[in-house]
């Protein structure tokens, strides 16, 4: 009897070491090396003013790779795409991959053994982030394997220690081309911060404008004081921004560049739009034409669309040309609710975005 409890005392202790042997390996090749309070101190990895420093973004993928400059004194389209391509970014891109950067949810930290690195696509990595600061700091981000399932990926950040399993962010970096970062939108401000629109027939020095709205606490005025419908002026707005181009002109040549100058100088209308930090933009609304040097338009009227802060030019078809001709009427004025002069606090607007020089379906 004695020696059956030995025996199985013995069994009993050597189950023990082989328990205590698998935990610790598998502690040192896969298990997250913090857990519990640790991790969510740790769940932040990014904060807004680490981001709000950055000066310049180099993204490489599958598609290429992507080199971004913060321009400062445009805070419209802050973001220019400086290669492949000389050309206004899609700053709304950029906007939405910082928020994602900041708000990412960290799940386990992995350590960064050869194992890890391996198995996690540290090596082969599906994106690679390198931003650098105002201050010359840089900091580059792996993205590893992406895992479809929980919908999460891993991550490795210079100069911190680990491996980083976390959800996945909402912007798709892996699949990223030039036109996701560059926009095809032509008029593409925040609708939301939108507060005086005007159009002008021609010169828009020489001239009132034949459409003048602005906006006080969500309240649309025309010239008049009449207050507009918001449904009305929603419906006008996403009219405007659904406003797609059949060309882009990003490198003119030559005689492009005479021809586009003097269809600028002599434009039908001039919408002007301000947003709440009283930034201007003015885009130039050509008239119909049937040739573009360098160009075929496929014997199609358009007009082209140019724009007070970018070089870039759109060519459009004619059908959309009536959009400008509006008026005050047209939008449903109701008389009786007078504008009123008052001064608001002004809050953040959101950038405008430009596209690439493409043909469009």
């Not at 896969?30 to 990014?46: C, D, H, R, V």
């Not at 939301?192 to 828009?204: L, P």
């Not at 009283?278 to 040739?291: K, L, R």
């Not at 004025?333 to 809050?347: D, H, M, R, S, V």
Request: aromatic share 8%; glycine share 4%.
């Amino acid at each position: 009897m004695q020696k059956r409890q030995i025996a199985s005392n013995l069994i009993l202790f050597l189950f023990f070491i082989v328990v205590s042997l698998a935990a610790i390996f598998s502690d040192l090749f896969q298990n997250p090396i913090k857990t519990g309070s640790e991790i969510i101190e740790q769940a932040k990895l990014f904060t807004s003013s680490d981001l709000g420093l950055v000066k310049n973004i180099t993204l490489k993928n599958k598609s290429g790779e992507f080199a971004f400059e913060r321009n400062e004194n445009n805070q419209i389209s802050p973001w220019h795409m400086v290669s492949p391509r000389e050309i206004s970014a899609n700053s709304l891109f950029i906007e939405k991959l910082f928020n994602a950067l900041t708000t990412i949810k960290v799940k386990k930290i992995f350590p960064e053994e050869q194992i890890n690195i391996s198995n996690f696509s540290i090596d082969k990595p599906t994106s690679t982030l390198n931003i650098t600061d105002q201050n010359g700091k840089e900091m580059t981000i792996v993205f590893g394997l992406m895992n479809t399932i929980d919908n999460s990926t891993y991550i490795k950040i210079s100069g911190r220690n680990g491996i980083y399993h976390v959800e996945a962010p909402n912007v798709s970096l892996e699949n990223a081309s030039i036109l996701n970062l560059i926009e095809s939108q032509i008029i593409s401000i925040n609708l939301d911060t939108i507060v005086s629109f005007k159009i002008y027939r021609g010169n828009k020095k020489n001239i009132s404008p034949q459409l003048e709205i602005k906006k006080q606490e969500d309240t649309w005025f025309d010239r008049a004081g009449n207050t507009l419908p918001k449904d009305k002026i929603d419906d006008y707005f996403h009219e405007l921004s659904n406003l797609k181009s059949s060309f882009i002109i990003d490198k003119q040549t030559d005689s492009q560049k005479k021809q586009l100058s003097n269809l600028t100088r002599n434009s039908d209308y001039i919408v002007s739009i301000e947003d709440n930090k009283a930034n201007t933009i003015d885009y130039n609304i050509s008239g119909i034409i049937h040739e573009l040097s360098d160009l075929d338009l496929k014997n199609e009227d358009c007009f082209v669309v140019t724009i007070s802060n970018n070089t870039t030019s759109y060519v459009v078809k004619k059908e959309f040309h009536e959009l400008f001709n509006r008026k005050s009427d047209s939008l449903g004025a109701i008389a009786g609710k007078p504008l009123q002069k008052k001064t608001e606090k002004k809050t953040e607007a959101k950038p405008v975005n430009l596209d690439i020089n493409t043909e469009k379906d």
